[in-house]
């Protein structure tokens, strides 16, 4: 099934929330906008990082702007600081998107949702976002929860829930939630240590909520924005080419979850799956891992991006 999305003349992912920081990076471009650190002319404005994902993103076609939330970060205020230091006006924000249902990405759900303030607004996820209990095994006999996503959760910050696992455009096809990712690499097979229960029946956790979202950059072809990527940040490209039907891709971005040494075997079959693919710029964020965000920057050289809380990157058309 392809499913038809607008081209638009720009995209711009503003990370409310990214594993890292350095605040006087100064490496500003036509693609790079970093947080400053000033109140006037003061330093003492705080960007913050936590273990967490949260991006406001704005389309611009026609010189007209929409905007959309993407995740909401691990803690309660974490996102929500940020966006106030960096003068975000969340009320512009049409649609909120969940990529999976983990804590790390819907920690700041209530803060964010008030401030955009307004009832009702869609929250677009896959019904297994309300998967729980899960958790992470660290022995047979000891297990470490996860705080769940919850129905009641989503109704307390006023969110009408569109629950699909099926693609899925927002903002008048402007943008495509991505929904269940089909799995196609032998080497993308998840966490061994994330598990859940199934009718009280523990199994890992194959994660059929986890996705991302598509955008077609007139001219320059597809950017593809993960949370996690538990599904493969490669089958999660490749997915987005196939239910688009366009194979150029312009940039990938997201958390491509290949952190600790279980993943450590996955690091450099995606690369080379990656380079396959040929994007023009690549965005490792959140649950990378410091190992594989390094060998992904002496991989791609200079079409690599270092993310950070309060970055912003345009994707312009050409």
């Not at 711009?12 to 100064?26: C, G, K, P, S, W």
């Not at 927002?170 to 196609?184: C, G, K, P, Y």
Request: aromatic share 8%.
């Amino acid at each position: 099934m392809t499913v038809s999305i607008q081209p638009v003349d720009r995209v711009e992912i503003l990370t409310l929330q990214d594993n890292y920081i350095d605040i006087v990076a100064r490496d500003n471009s036509d693609i790079i906008t970093r947080a400053m650190p000033l109140k006037g002319v003061e330093v003492k404005n705080s960007i913050l990082a936590e273990h967490g994902f949260s991006a406001v993103i704005a389309t611009v076609l026609d010189n007209s702007p929409r905007s959309m939330l993407f995740d909401f970060g691990f803690s309660e205020h974490g996102a929500a600081l940020n966006a106030e230091a960096l003068g975000v006006d969340m009320k512009q924000v049409e649609v909120m998107a969940l990529s999976h249902g983990h804590p790390d990405h819907i920690g700041g759900i209530e803060k964010l949702s008030g401030m955009i303030g307004k009832p009702g607004i869609p929250l677009v996820l896959h019904p297994e976002a309300f998967r729980n209990p899960r958790y992470m095994k660290v022995t047979e006999d000891f297990k470490v929860m996860f705080p769940p996503l919850t129905w009641e959760k989503a109704g307390a910050a006023g969110a009408e829930v569109v629950a699909t696992a099926a693609p899925y455009p927002v903002l008048d096809r402007q943008v495509l939630f991505l929904s269940e990712i089909e799995r196609t690499t032998e080497f993308e097979k998840g966490a061994a240590s994330l598990w859940y229960e199934n009718k009280g029946v523990p199994a890992q956790d194959t994660f059929e909520d986890d996705t991302g979202l598509a955008f077609v950059v007139r001219g320059k072809g597809l950017v593809v924005l993960s949370g996690c990527a538990h599904s493969g940040i490669v089958n999660t490209v490749r997915h987005a080419q196939k239910v688009t039907g366009v194979d150029q891709v312009y940039a990938v971005m997201g958390g491509f979850h290949l952190s600790g040494p279980d993943m450590a075997p996955v690091i450099q079959p995606t690369i080379d799956a990656l380079k396959e693919i040929d994007p023009a710029y690549i965005i490792p964020t959140h649950c990378t891992g410091r190992d594989a965000v390094m060998r992904l920057e002496s991989a791609f050289g200079d079409r690599f991006i270092l993310n950070m809380s309060g970055t912003k990157l345009s994707f312009a058309a050409g």
